[in-house]
């Protein structure tokens, strides 16, 4: 048994401090320990994409970092898109077109689409089609993902 | 599944990072970016009982050219060098390879030395570290030392750093303003693992002789490898289609492939043919000035 250490982080907007085991990974501290649980684990050998989050505003996957590597930072989750009850144009745009059937790989969609729109608010359907091939989904054969992260674009453009 | 127990360090320096490696030695394992080491410690492929992350030493993360040549920290984010204007201006080939590894996500956490030091021969990052003529530099406890790419890649996931080393720097001599280049790779899907990677340099004289030809080829040997017969070939020579089809299979002949799940040897090496005449039908054009 190794010790637990203690580890202060943001977490859309809150701040947090718990004890964690250095082996502990960070999908497990979001999911188990904060119960957030709106981030997925899929196949927890960073290949699926459904764990992605924001770490200090860039997009990672959860299952390839521990939490004690969290320290000090500041994350955001699926559950931080949203602004109480006013959904982000991202999750509006994959509820109007069809961007999720199961939502499994949805929380990775989302926060693919997320980073990728902060950095580039007018892509090409190829560039988001390359940037989206980070996320696996077995239901929509990607179509609909790909028009969904258009029309998220294109919201947030004219906002 | 979850990796085993460790313990865990956070060095704040080089000299301490070295003084842990040097007391746990093998038991040992750094830990940077993590995006090939911690999902082999997921399926507890790896079991390291110390992980030293150097995350915290920020020393190492640099990008900077100082006089013509380029220096980078090893702990530098892949994306941030794929991503710098600079590298983008004088170094395009390491752009555009680090833009094959993985997805985003992958390159905002994964390193530069992490993928020198894991050493997958089909990886971007050592195939391009061959083309660029780029050296490693190594500190351990009885001090510092650059290493060329075939002292430093030994055979697959195998490198020449001792228990006690770490790779701290990655130069890259400067290129000919003037000059043609291609990265190619062949993968199932965007971001897996490359079957067959090729990095191409062409300088020319004016008179468009080549002047000098760089092939390096990743996933068809235990190290990525330069195709040293077929740089001759085209070297002191007016480039022809002819000549680029002559060294093209030239290069397939100096693989030393073996078949795996992905593909079998055969089909690795006729690639890595097709693949070293595209590349250099590419730099070719780029000197003329064309597409």
Same mark, same amino acid.
Not at chain 2, 53 to 69: C, M, P, T, V
Not at chain 2, 183 to 197: K, T
């Given at each position: 048994?190794?010790?637990?250490?203690?580890i202060?982080?943001?977490?859309?907007?809150? *701040?947090y401090e718990?004890?964690?085991e250095?082996?502990r990974?960070l999908?497990?501290?979001?999911?188990?320990d904060?119960e957030?649980i709106?981030?997925h684990?899929?196949? %927890?050998?960073?290949?699926?994409?459904?764990c992605?989050?924001?770490?200090?505003?860039?997009?990672?996957r959860?299952?390839l970092m @521990? &939490?004690?590597q969290a320290?000090?930072a500041d994350?955001?989750t699926v %559950?931080g898109?949203a602004?109480?009850?006013?959904?982000h144009?991202?999750?509006?745009?994959f509820?109007?077109?069809?961007g999720?059937?199961?939502?499994f790989c949805?929380?990775g969609?989302?926060?693919? &689409?997320y980073?990728?729109l902060? %950095?580039?608010?007018?892509?090409s359907a190829?560039?988001?089609?390359?940037n989206?091939?980070?996320v696996?989904?077995?239901?929509t054969?990607?179509?609909?993902?790909v028009?969904s992260?258009m029309e998220?674009a294109?919201?947030?453009r004219?906002? | 599944?979850?990796?085993?127990a460790f313990?865990?360090?956070? /060095?704040q320096s080089v000299e301490?990072?070295? %003084?842990?490696?040097?007391?746990?030695?093998?038991?040992?394992k750094?830990i940077?970016?993590g995006q090939?080491l911690?999902?082999?410690?997921n399926?507890?492929?790896?079991?390291?009982e110390?992980?030293?992350?150097?995350n915290?030493?920020? $020393?190492? $993360?640099?990008?900077?050219?100082?006089?013509?040549?380029?220096?980078?920290?090893?702990?530098?984010?892949?994306? *941030?060098?794929?991503?710098?204007p600079?590298i983008?201006?004088?170094?395009?080939?390491l752009s555009?390879?680090i833009?094959f590894?993985?997805?985003s996500a992958i390159?905002?956490r994964g390193t530069?030395?992490?993928?020198l030091v894991h050493? *997958?021969p089909s990886?971007e990052?050592?195939t391009?570290?061959?083309?660029?003529?780029?050296?490693?530099k190594?500190v351990?406890?009885s001090g510092?030392?650059?290493l060329?790419p075939?002292?430093?890649?030994?055979?697959?996931l195998?490198t020449?750093l001792?228990?006690s080393?770490l790779?701290?720097?990655?130069?890259?001599?400067a290129?000919?303003q003037k000059?043609?280049w291609s990265?190619?790779?062949?993968?199932r899907r965007?971001?897996d @693992?490359?079957?067959v990677?090729?990095?191409?340099l062409l @300088?020319t004289?004016k008179?468009?002789?080549?002047?000098?030809?760089?092939?390096?080829?990743g996933g068809v040997? /235990?190290?990525?490898?330069?195709?040293?017969e077929a740089?001759t070939l085209?070297?002191g020579q007016?480039i022809t289609e002819k000549?680029?089809?002559?060294?093209?299979?030239?290069? &397939?002949?100096e693989? *030393?492939?073996?078949p795996?799940?992905? &593909?079998s040897a055969?089909?690795?090496m006729?690639?890595?043919?097709?693949?070293?005449?595209?590349?250099?039908?590419?730099?070719w054009?780029m000197l003329?000035?064309g597409?």
């Amino acid at each position: 048994m190794t010790d637990s250490r203690r580890i202060m982080v943001k977490v859309n907007g809150v *701040d947090y401090e718990r004890l964690v085991e250095p082996r502990r990974l960070l999908v497990d501290f979001l999911r188990d320990d904060l119960e957030l649980i709106g981030t997925h684990i899929g196949c %927890e050998h960073g290949i699926c994409g459904s764990c992605t989050v924001l770490f200090n505003g860039r997009v990672v996957r959860s299952c390839l970092m @521990f &939490a004690v590597q969290a320290d000090g930072a500041d994350i955001m989750t699926v %559950e931080g898109l949203a602004e109480g009850q006013q959904l982000h144009p991202i999750q509006t745009a994959f509820q109007e077109k069809h961007g999720l059937q199961c939502g499994f790989c949805t929380p990775g969609m989302l926060m693919s &689409a997320y980073e990728f729109l902060n %950095e580039n608010s007018n892509p090409s359907a190829e560039e988001v089609r390359k940037n989206m091939s980070g996320v696996l989904c077995r239901c929509t054969g990607y179509k609909q993902v790909v028009d969904s992260v258009m029309e998220a674009a294109e919201q947030m453009r004219n906002k | 599944m979850k990796p085993c127990a460790f313990e865990y360090y956070t /060095p704040q320096s080089v000299e301490e990072a070295i %003084e842990l490696l040097d007391r746990y030695g093998d038991d040992a394992k750094i830990i940077a970016g993590g995006q090939s080491l911690v999902p082999m410690m997921n399926f507890r492929l790896a079991r390291p009982e110390i992980l030293i992350d150097i995350n915290a030493i920020q $020393e190492l $993360e640099y990008i900077k050219s100082d006089g013509d040549e380029l220096a980078m920290g090893a702990l530098t984010r892949e994306r *941030d060098i794929e991503q710098s204007p600079l590298i983008i201006e004088k170094w395009p080939l390491l752009s555009k390879a680090i833009s094959f590894i993985g997805h985003s996500a992958i390159r905002n956490r994964g390193t530069l030395g992490g993928s020198l030091v894991h050493a *997958d021969p089909s990886a971007e990052i050592p195939t391009s570290l061959c083309a660029l003529n780029g050296r490693v530099k190594v500190v351990g406890p009885s001090g510092e030392r650059t290493l060329e790419p075939e002292e430093f890649f030994l055979t697959y996931l195998t490198t020449s750093l001792e228990p006690s080393d770490l790779l701290v720097e990655i130069r890259i001599p400067a290129l000919p303003q003037k000059m043609g280049w291609s990265f190619r790779e062949l993968s199932r899907r965007s971001g897996d @693992f490359a079957i067959v990677a090729v990095a191409i340099l062409l @300088f020319t004289e004016k008179t468009g002789v080549c002047r000098e030809a760089r092939i390096s080829m990743g996933g068809v040997a /235990p190290t990525p490898v330069r195709a040293e017969e077929a740089e001759t070939l085209l070297s002191g020579q007016k480039i022809t289609e002819k000549l680029i089809a002559e060294a093209a299979q030239q290069a &397939a002949e100096e693989t *030393d492939t073996e078949p795996d799940y992905h &593909a079998s040897a055969e089909y690795r090496m006729d690639m890595a043919r097709v693949f070293v005449k595209r590349g250099l039908q590419e730099a070719w054009n780029m000197l003329n000035g064309g597409q």
